[in-house]
């Protein structure tokens, strides 16, 4: 039998969450919710149209629900849907806080139901990649990872820019490049520095950098800015940086990830003082010798947003676990607390 959804919300994400869905033969979505009328026309008129989500829930035909409105909405809205035993996959962030979320994961174990996050971007085929690199030590012992996003347009979209509403580029995308690192090293975080910033927007944040230091003495850095300008080809607007003592990787694009594994095919080794020896800018960081860089390609991976919804499938009907885990929804939001708290004091918080 399809697993029957509703979508609460029906602004940008609620509507390619309804087109999803029903390209799935064992998914099919039978009903929306939206406050605004506007949202609802042009669907199929097969779904059925709410206008409130108490409405919505009391629908007995629901299996699950898909929580897609604005972030101050999710606590009332997840607890909700657990109440009315329909299993839930919320937009990112889940939670504002990690209370909120602790209240949220509490009502869905009382109601014995499904309590998970949209983190769909662990398929991303840019952090696919680099995630393959690092988890097969091809560049030997990572040191540094970058995770970098550059935007031009300064302003968010919508809500985004309103403190009210949840808005800011730590809640929209931090939650997702904070969860990428966080899957990809299975090291225990021990401590976070961060400078968070409102350049263009004046209530919320628009930039930040985040440095994560890990036990294995891997550091991971996250930068995000939306007013980051260079004429630069291919600046704009995701790239990852990788290190190791093995060699150093780069990828650039979101879509369409382009990159190279970079090694090199010798190191300096019994440098000796001489008076006459070239220096250049200095003897390690001028420029490389011919032949002395080497390139390799990027490992291959076939990933997307749809394997999300195929791990809910399969783990609804019990062949896999979920993939988002309570446990690491609230790890997230526990970061993502303390990157505040660093960017207010301007010192290191301890993470354990």
Known sequence: MKIKC???GCGFMGSRHVSMV???EEL??????????NRLRGLNNKIKRYYDIDSLLADDS????????PNKYHKEQVIKAARARKHIICEKPIAMSVADFDEMYQAAKDNNVVLTAHHQRRFDRDFRAVKHAFDRSILGNVYLIKSIMYGFNGNMHDWHVWISEGGGMLLDWGCHLIDQILYMIKSPLKSIYADIRNVINSEVDDYYKI???????TTAEIELGTYMLSDKPGWFPRH??????????YIDGLDEPQGKIIRTSKLLTDVKNEANQYCGPTRSFGEPEKGLIITENL???????????????KAMRGKEEFLVKPKELRTVLTVMEAVRESGKTMKSIDFE
């Open 6 to 8: 509703g979508v609460v």
């Open 22 to 24: 029903n390209s799935f």
């Open 28 to 37: 099919e979505c039978t009903a929306v919710c939206d406050i605004d009328d």
């Open 62 to 69: 629901l299996d699950a629900v898909i929580i897609a409105t």
């Open 211 to 217: 440095i994560m230091r890990f036990e294995n003495l």
């Open 240 to 249: 990852w940086q990788m290190y190791g003592d093995k060699g150093s990787l």
């Open 299 to 313: 490992p291959q991976v076939s990933y997307s947003a749809r394997d999300y919804f195929i791990n809910f499938i």
